[in-house]
């Protein structure tokens, strides 16, 4: 902690995640307590969520929309750690949001003292020893929502274990993603007469997203047509390069296949050599914001997306998707977005930590690709074949939809610990 509290105050200004993730925590107990004077009444219960970064910020966001609905009467406080879900953060509508400080004694004390938290909910899986502590020992409840810990999830290592255990063990709602969850979640130490099912409340959110989108706006309305179009989301380096060349021999059989793709960090670094490729190749590309202008653009083979935040509408368009991540490092993300339009779903071998991407497969709905030959293979037969596109792109969304109802039942748990604590 002196050293994390001493890194906070020398990082420097910078584009790095981490010096970033440091500098953003400098004054930061102070504009929280600045922030609590200003609009928290101690009279009102508060429930404060907490969700590292985006992901778990979209399993947290349903829950913390649903309890505004219910209970008007409410206040909420939500924190994050990543700096990559400082925007989003926004989308929750929090009375308070911010960073969580590191998990000192006296940050958390501080935290404790200004939020005035009638529960504490961490989202999916990291929790914070001490500040469970603290907020046990003042007889706040804790919980833990969307809970899931993957068969080969470091936190199951002997000495996450030694480190952990009276923090887990000392949570007083626990809400699983599903029984196999729950039963590791156990092991870790959670105490099985707080653990229920709940389910996953990104299935929730991604289908309510689905059935709201505005087939109107200018954005998709530039980009609708008639052409067979892979939407290919959240790609890194390593998905592209199997996924562009798949792409250019599928276009030999299928010459009017259109690719809209949306890497993960869509910079000028990683654009670049997607327009070289494309240019390289012989088809036509164009940036979503040209295209969106220009009506020539638009009929471009390649749309290339130049910002985030659209990407969940965008798979509106697809007849066949793309999830990066199964090629890279850092694992694959999202699956159940384009499944919740029912388009079938294509991604590389590295899906094992992805509950979603199993049950999809088993479902039916998405195919695994270990290479270019596998992902040209399965574009030609979505795009050739109505049926099998049909087919898979219904088993898709069908799964989506028998997943959905986590939200009320996460609800439900946070309520059972307010009327606990009040």
Known sequence: MLAARLATQLAPASGSKLWRSLAARRGLLERITAASRAVRTPSRPLVWMHAPSVGEGLQARPVAHRLRALHPELQLAYTFFS???ETFSASVGADITDYLPFDGRREADAMLDALQPSVLAFVKLDVWPTLVERATARGIPVALLSATLAPRSGRSGAM???????????LEGVGAIDQ??????????????VLEVTGDTRFDQVWDRAQRVDERQPMLRALAGTRPTLVAGSTWPADEAVLLEA?????????????????HEPTATHLGPIVAWALAAGVSCATLS???SDRAASQSDVILVDRVGVLGDLYSLADVAFVGGGFHA??????IEPAAFGAPVLFGPGHDMSREAGLLISAGGARVVRDAGECEAALRTFTANSVARETAGAAARDLVQSELGATERSVRLVQRLLRARL
Do not use: M, T
């Open 83 to 85: 700096p990559s879900a």
């Open 160 to 170: 996450s274990r030694l480190l952990l255990h009276e923090a887990y063990s000392a």
């Open 180 to 193: 196999a969850n729950a039963d590791r979640l156990v092991a870790l130490g959670v105490r099985p007469d």
């Open 247 to 263: 792409f250019a021999r599928a276009r030999r059989a299928e010459s009017s296949l259109r690719l809209i793709i949306a890497p």
């Open 290 to 292: 040209l295209a969106e």
């Open 330 to 335: 850092a694992g694959l993300h999202s699956v």
